[in-house]
């Protein structure tokens, strides 16, 4: 009887291990890969928007662990050329790299993103540069919206290496273009931001860096024309089974390969593959502790061709050093070359200038009517040169002004072309009819009517003045004559006006942004002043808590919008009419008084 107890109590006590074991699972992984940060630190971004992205890059970076055998962080700007703050490994904790970002210092020029991220491609990559292989690499890029060379295919490089992507827009960038930079799922890795405000997104941005550090399923990076890297999570430990990796081409099933991994392991290389060819690869984990599915993809080799040409481009240090050495040698030999031309020509310049001097004052001496005609004539030559240079796009514009409507306007002052042919008595009418009084036709309470004409002389005043207009915020129950005062205000003092509706401009989803900007490009057309009256505007510009700003497509026109009025204007006044300002988002309120 004792030997049957005892080996029962054996069993029962193997069973509760096994289950705690499977309760329990594998350990979580610490993060670890390269996080590069590329910043917009040309002259289209303002000392303060850079300071406040400086700002931003710190409190990210600040509570990451970093260190020699978790994750590395770099510092790379954007400008004329891109400059490296700091390389990989550098900082070996959060609080050293804040300390770094912070102290760096803006580097102006032009917005060469697409030469930087090339230059990223090479950093992320290189063991010169603290880079490790078969490690997890994340590109974080925080821009204003423009570059001045093409972002798309080095961004798509980086991509197909396996980098994740995040893009932080803090100004007019293309939803579109970015969107398609950013890495997949656009809702987590792109975020349009007003840089007074990144300081909300950066405990969700943190995360998702560290996520993307950590694979939660088998995934195929760095791909090459003969293998590629496999990496998964851990779903085993040491003690508690292995991996089978399966390899298996699509077009010969009978040619598979197989390799058997202990249970610690979370990556694996292939090597020795056929260019250009699917490949079906399934990870098998097998368990003594629990059951674990299986998970499987297909990732295909690089055509060799695009290998080569990528080896053409991609040229050693050594003959990196040559070529240099023979561009400048090459470039100093033509400026010598050009230096001397530009002095020869100096000289005779100067030369045939006295000899025209001396004959031209003799002339004017003896002949004053054929100076006249010459000056007048030279005159004449370099206005038309001046007009013909300058009046093309001013005049694009203009006529773009003169024949369109922005779709978000449903009444406006400014009279088109095609108005005038359709109904030229109602647009002469309209002409000669301008309210004497900015409440003609409105009855209000004494203290509200003095505060209103208060307002419009200082309207006025600052209109003299060419200052900068404040903006308006108007609110009370529908039918008190809000819209009629501030039609009636634009017309008073002579600037143009334009009205819409909160939202109109809530539904527009995607299109939203697009549509935005479409309308302050074509108020900043106004020579007069221009008056953007917004009714309803809590539908469209609510507090991010509410239950309508989850939509995303919301906050980014939202955000936009902010963009575009988060600062005065001397050629634009805003007015916001709303039910109940206490639903308003306060940067809104902020801007408006």
Do not use: C
């Amino acid at each position: 009887m004792l030997p049957w107890t005892a080996l029962g109590l054996a069993l029962s006590l193997r069973l509760a291990l096994a289950r705690s074991g499977a309760e329990s699972g594998p350990p979580a992984s610490a993060p670890r890969g390269d996080l590069m940060f590329l910043l917009d630190s040309s002259a289209s971004v303002s000392h303060y928007e850079f300071s406040r992205v400086r700002e931003f890059v710190g409190q990210l970076v600040a509570p990451l662990p970093l260190g020699t055998g978790a994750l590395r962080a770099s510092l790379v700007h954007v400008g004329t050329r891109p400059y490296t703050e700091f390389p990989f490994g550098q900082h070996s904790s959060g609080e050293a790299a804040q300390d770094a970002v912070r102290a760096s210092v803006q580097r102006m020029g032009d917005t060469h993103t697409g030469l930087a991220l090339a230059y990223a491609k090479e950093q992320l990559f290189a063991e010169a540069a603290g880079a490790r292989p078969g490690v997890p690499k994340v590109l974080v890029w925080v821009t204003d919206g423009g570059s001045s060379d093409p972002v798309g295919p080095p961004m798509q490089e980086l991509k197909d290496l396996g980098v994740t992507v995040f893009i932080v827009s803090t100004g007019r960038g293309n939803f579109l273009e970015l969107s398609a930079a950013a890495s997949a799922p656009a809702e987590k890795h792109l975020h349009f931001v007003d840089v007074d405000d990144l300081h909300i997104i950066v405990q969700e941005l943190r995360g998702s860096i560290l996520d993307a550090m950590r694979p939660q399923q088998l995934r195929a990076t760095e791909i090459t024309s003969s293998g590629f890297r496999l990496a998964w999570p851990p779903l085993l430990t040491a003690d508690s089974g292995y991996y089978v990796l399966e390899l298996v081409p699509s077009a010969q099933p009978g040619a598979a390969r197989r390799q058997q991994l202990p249970g610690n392991a979370t990556d694996w290389t292939w090597a020795g593959l056929d260019p250009d060819t699917d490949y079906d690869v399934a990870l098998v984990p097998e368990s003594n502790v629990r059951l674990l599915r299986p998970q499987q993809l297909r990732a295909m080799s690089k055509d060799t061709v695009n290998l080569v040409q990528v080896q053409e481009l991609t040229l050693q240090p050594e003959q990196q050093s040559k070529l240099k050495q023979l561009v400048n040698e090459e470039n100093v030999r033509k400026q010598e070359e050009s230096v001397q031309k530009h002095h020869q020509t100096f000289l005779a310049s100067i030369r045939t200038s006295v000899t025209v001097f001396g004959e031209r004052f003799r002339a004017f001496v003896t002949e004053r009517d054929a100076v006249t005609a010459t000056v007048v004539g030279l005159t004449l030559l370099a206005g038309g040169v001046y007009s013909a240079k300058n009046g093309r796009a001013a005049g694009a514009r203009f006529i773009e002004a003169g024949l369109f409507k922005p779709s978000l306007v449903s009444e406006k002052s400014r009279i088109t072309v095609l108005e005038a042919l359709q109904h030229p008595f109602q647009v002469s009418r309209r002409l000669l009819s301008r309210p004497q009084d900015v409440l003609e036709g409105v009855v209000l309470h004494p203290s509200l009517e003095a505060q209103v004409r208060n307002m419009a002389i200082a309207t006025r005043n600052t209109q003299k003045n060419h200052g900068l207009y404040r903006n308006v915020l108007m609110y009370g129950p529908p039918g008190t004559g809000k819209t009629l005062v501030a039609k009636n205000l634009a017309l008073n003092l002579g600037m143009d006006y334009a009205i819409m509706t909160g939202e109109d401009l809530a539904l527009r989803g995607r299109e939203g942004v697009t549509a935005m900007h479409e309308l302050f490009d074509w108020a900043n057309t106004s020579r007069r002043g221009f008056l953007l009256f917004m009714d309803d505007a809590e539908a469209f510009l609510r507090k991010p808590a509410t239950e309508e700003m989850s939509n995303y497509y919301l906050r980014v026109a939202q955000n936009a919008f902010l963009n575009h009025t988060r600062q005065r204007s001397n050629k634009f006044m805003l007015v916001l009419a709303s039910r109940d300002p206490k639903q308003l988002h306060r940067t809104s309120t902020t801007a408006s008084t």
